[in-house]
């Protein structure tokens, strides 16, 4: 970071900035001009804040050069990070599908679902067991009960499985049965939740917050990375905006700005960014071209009788069609299904 010091800042103030920049660990580079004296401050010591410095008398500002987001960043790391999920690399050339029902209701509904959507070619199930609903009177999901029966159809179809987690304490009984962690856009921010999930050291699935900015997206990552595990997906569900035909808006430029600044995977889950069907396909082909590793993708064996999010999940029929276009497009942008 470079600490620019005021017009007027006197002689002692300036030393005491140099002495408090060399007491946390770091080495200041004094850099005088003809109207402003500069400090380059350099060193290992990257958790220190701008705040350290802004607080002290004759400074005007603290410029920081890397981001404030550490182990997230590409500045931490070049390379893209890839890991298996259940034997499929999630971050490599391969695009990951994500594909299931918004909540586990029946054992009928999950190994159908499960079933048709191995059968479509995805590597992984979703469904919630524990759903966080915008009304207490929603349905809520199946609980533990939904769990056992999400590993009944990752036995059956032979997939791994996505869930999410909804509080710190329920953490250990989901990693019993999950094979990566969801966590819901309304927790992006449960700052306990990041830290449980991160202690858990199962992959996770961070879903962007409604209205939550990139920089709060990757800092709500930076809890689940500094507690240890590493392997996180972003994944980009659709912002609130002022537009009312969509549920929400997919913010589709996310994803190369999450991937210029992050080496993190990042997949889009169009069902909950449009919350319509019909516009499912579309954003699915923008979110590929647009660089994205993967799509977690609503789909249920009877829309009109699911228990949530009906209108927006596809029928087993129209996600194998959604895989059959999404091919070429992702061998347009050197990527396969
Ligand atoms: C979900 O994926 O089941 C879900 C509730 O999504 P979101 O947290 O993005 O609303
Ligand atoms: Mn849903």
């Given at each position: 970071?470079?600490?620019?010091?005021?017009?007027?800042?006197?002689?002692?103030?300036?030393?005491?900035?140099?002495?408090?920049?060399?007491?946390?660990?770091?080495?200041p580079?004094?850099s005088?001009?003809?109207v402003?004296?500069?400090?380059?401050?350099?060193?290992?010591?990257n958790?220190?804040?701008?705040?350290?410095?802004?607080?002290?008398e004759g400074?005007?500002?603290?410029?920081?050069?890397?981001?404030?987001?550490?182990?997230?960043?590409?500045?931490?790391?070049?390379?893209?990070?890839?890991?298996?999920?259940?034997?499929?690399?999630?971050?490599?050339k391969?695009?990951?599908?994500?594909?299931?029902?918004?909540?586990v209701?029946?054992?009928?509904?999950?190994?159908?679902?499960a079933l048709?959507?191995?059968k479509?070619g995805?590597?992984?199930?979703?469904?919630?067991?524990?759903?966080?609903?915008?009304s207490?009177y929603?349905?809520?999901?199946?609980?533990?009960?939904?769990?056992?029966l999400?590993?009944?159809a990752?036995?059956?179809?032979?997939?791994?499985?996505?869930t999410?987690?909804?509080?710190?304490?329920?953490?250990?009984?989901?990693?019993?049965?999950?094979?990566?962690?969801?966590?819901?856009?309304?927790n992006?921010q449960?700052?306990?939740?990041?830290?449980?999930?991160?202690?858990?050291?199962?992959?996770?699935?961070?879903?962007?917050?409604?209205?939550?900015?990139?920089?709060?997206?990757?800092?709500?990552?930076?809890?689940?990375?500094?507690?240890?595990?590493?392997r996180?997906?972003?994944?980009?569900?659709?912002?609130?905006?002022?537009?009312?035909?969509?549920?929400?808006?997919?913010?589709?430029?996310?994803?190369?700005?999450l991937?210029?600044?992050?080496?993190?995977?990042v997949?889009?889950?169009?069902?909950?960014?449009?919350?319509?069907r019909?516009?499912?396909?579309a954003?699915?082909?923008?979110?590929?071209?647009?660089?994205?590793?993967?799509?977690?993708?609503?789909?249920?064996?009877?829309?009109?009788?699911?228990?949530?999010d009906?209108?927006?999940?596809?029928?087993?029929?129209?996600?194998?069609?959604?895989?059959d276009?999404l091919?070429?497009?992702?061998?347009a942008?050197?990527?396969?299904?």
């Amino acid at each position: 970071m470079v600490i620019v010091m005021k017009k007027q800042a006197t002689e002692r103030q300036l030393s005491r900035v140099l002495a408090r920049v060399e007491e946390v660990g770091m080495q200041p580079h004094l850099s005088r001009g003809k109207v402003r004296t500069i400090i380059g401050v350099v060193g290992d010591n990257n958790d220190q804040s701008p705040d350290t410095f802004e607080s002290l008398e004759g400074v005007e500002r603290v410029v920081p050069l890397l981001g404030p987001f550490k182990l997230a960043s590409r500045d931490f790391k070049k390379e893209n990070t890839c890991f298996s999920i259940d034997g499929a690399k999630i971050g490599e050339k391969k695009i990951i599908m994500i594909a299931g029902p918004c909540a586990v209701e029946s054992k009928d509904q999950i190994l159908q679902a499960a079933l048709a959507v191995k059968k479509a070619g995805a590597v992984a199930l979703r469904g919630g067991a524990f759903k966080p609903r915008t009304s207490p009177y929603s349905f809520q999901g199946l609980g533990e009960d939904g769990l056992k029966l999400l590993a009944e159809a990752r036995d059956v179809a032979g997939l791994a499985v996505v869930t999410e987690v909804v509080a710190p304490e329920q953490v250990p009984l989901v990693s019993q049965y999950a094979d990566v962690l969801q966590i819901g856009a309304r927790n992006m921010q449960n700052f306990a939740l990041l830290h449980a999930v991160g202690e858990s050291h199962k992959p996770v699935v961070l879903k962007r917050g409604l209205m939550s900015t990139i920089d709060e997206f990757l800092h709500a990552a930076e809890y689940i990375l500094s507690h240890q595990n590493p392997r996180v997906i972003l994944c980009e569900r659709g912002i609130r905006t002022f537009e009312t035909h969509t549920r929400n808006t997919v913010d589709i430029n996310a994803i190369p700005v999450l991937k210029s600044l992050s080496h993190l995977p990042v997949i889009v889950d169009p069902s909950h960014g449009t919350g319509k069907r019909e516009y499912v396909a579309a954003v699915s082909r923008a979110a590929i071209a647009a660089g994205a590793d993967g799509l977690m993708i609503e789909v249920h064996p009877d829309p009109e009788k699911a228990l949530s999010d009906g209108a927006q999940s596809l029928r087993p029929e129209e996600f194998q069609q959604l895989m059959d276009d999404l091919r070429p497009v992702a061998e347009a942008v050197g990527r396969y299904m």
